[in-house]
């Protein structure tokens, strides 16, 4: 019910504010607030299209990764990684049975994303929600299983972050990769805050979850030393090299074993892709409505003003305000993508790639992930209605995200 409750409070909270500044444009004469109901009804038909822009672009991406999810089951490769993640799985997830093709399609989804291939995780992630829907009592409420794998999601744990690096180099940084621990930091205290949160709430924080959760931490700061050890060269080469090696030989992996077990690979791609852009269909409503919604929020110009309260609030606890030009990004990221990255970029040229709010940006763009547009993708994709607390566990990462990342900001740039 809650992202039902968003939802309207978006529009709500648009019109109250839009009609607000109309009412203050016309007593002072500012043609900008006078004409905001304008720009938000221009805006909810640029973001309806923009919605179906989105879905068509994902089409082709879903339509071939369905087809080679469906080569890896067929081959046991699914089922393999779900085997061999499978023990520290039942702790994250013990209403999924043992072995079940939902471990090794929720592994694969995490690491596309740790690797940066955002492209190859929406697929496997939707293949995922499949899954767990077919395990699920109320189709049309999420279950505890979904929503700690939602939450997960939103927590945005990356590992080789491509896109920000790209960004930077793009944008003259003379050392790019130079916020790539920071946001392994931000990143990974964001999954923890996750799993923590949902854990607790669905009473599954066990003695032997916290011991793997504690190998988890030993294992990222062994991560994150190996990097620090690294040259600049070498960091840019792994982000741009590494991800895709491993995502190409995960291609070649699945095909070779289905050719090995004389499975007609062409065959099962084909019936695969046909998965894929029937669930594309089905999604296309959900991220329509919720693009708009947040279209209107953010048209409005409710952002502007809490970005202004905070640096209000700031200045009169005489804090340091240099955090606050970055926050816009941290306030969009959980709304849109292309909105996160358009501010970031803004921001790299405005103030500098190598600038602590340049810096501070870039952390914040890859220490979360578009909370709303997650929600609205995977569980329209399924069909559920009730999301329950998915969205406050997703919020909730994505705050201790953008909390680290200001943190490291400052520790390591201020």
Not at 156 to 169: D, E, F, Q, S
Request: hydrophobic share 55%; with cysteine.
């Amino acid at each position: 019910m809650i992202l039902n409750y968003i939802w309207i409070g978006f529009f709500v909270i648009g019109f109250v504010v839009a009609l607000i500044r109309t009412i203050y444009g016309y007593a002072v004469g500012s043609e900008t607030d006078a004409h905001v109901f304008a720009d938000i009804g221009m805006g909810t038909f640029t973001s309806a299209k923009t919605a179906f822009t989105v879905a068509l672009g994902l089409t082709g991406t879903l339509t071939l990764w369905m087809g080679l999810m469906r080569v890896g089951e067929k081959a046991g490769a699914v089922n393999f990684l779900g085997r061999l993640i499978g023990p520290f799985f039942a702790h994250l997830f013990p209403r999924v049975p043992k072995g079940h093709a939902a471990h090794g399609q929720i592994m694969l989804n995490f690491s596309a994303n740790m690797l940066g291939l955002s492209n190859a995780a929406t697929p496997m992630g939707l293949k995922a929600m499949q899954s767990l829907q077919e395990i699920n009592d109320d189709k049309e409420t999420a279950s505890n299983s979904m929503i700690m794998f939602l939450a997960m999601n939103t927590a945005g744990l990356t590992l080789i972050p491509v896109t920000i690096l790209a960004l930077r180099a793009s944008n003259g940084s003379a050392n790019p990769t130079d916020v790539f621990v920071p946001i392994l930091i931000s990143s990974f205290c964001a999954t923890m805050v996750a799993i923590l949160t949902v854990a607790l709430r669905q009473r599954i924080l066990s003695r032997s979850l916290l011991t793997w959760l504690a190998g988890g931490i030993l294992m990222m700061a062994g991560v994150i030393a190996g990097f620090m050890n690294l040259s600049p060269h070498a960091r840019a080469e792994v982000s741009t090299v590494g991800g895709n090696f491993i995502l190409f030989g995960v291609i070649v992996a699945f095909l070779i074993a289905a050719a090995l077990k004389k499975i007609n690979v062409y065959s099962e791609f084909i019936e695969g892709a046909k998965e894929g852009f029937g669930t594309m269909v089905k999604i296309v409503p959900y991220l329509v409505a919720m693009i708009v919604a947040i279209g209107v929020f953010r048209n409005c110009g409710a952002m502007d003003y809490m970005k202004t309260g905070l640096e209000w609030i700031c200045n009169l606890f005489q804090a340091d305000t240099q955090f606050v030009l970055a926050i816009p990004v941290a306030l969009m990221k959980p709304l849109s993508g292309g909105g996160t990255e358009g501010l970031t970029v803004d921001i790299l040229v405005k103030y500098g790639a190598d600038s602590f709010v340049g810096r501070l940006a870039s952390i914040m763009y890859a220490s979360a992930d578009t909370t709303f547009y997650i929600v609205a993708l995977y569980f329209g994709s399924v069909g559920v209605r009730n999301t329950r607390y998915a969205v406050t566990a997703g919020l909730v990462a994505d705050f201790a995200g953008i909390l680290a990342a200001i943190f490291v900001a400052y520790l390591f740039f201020g």
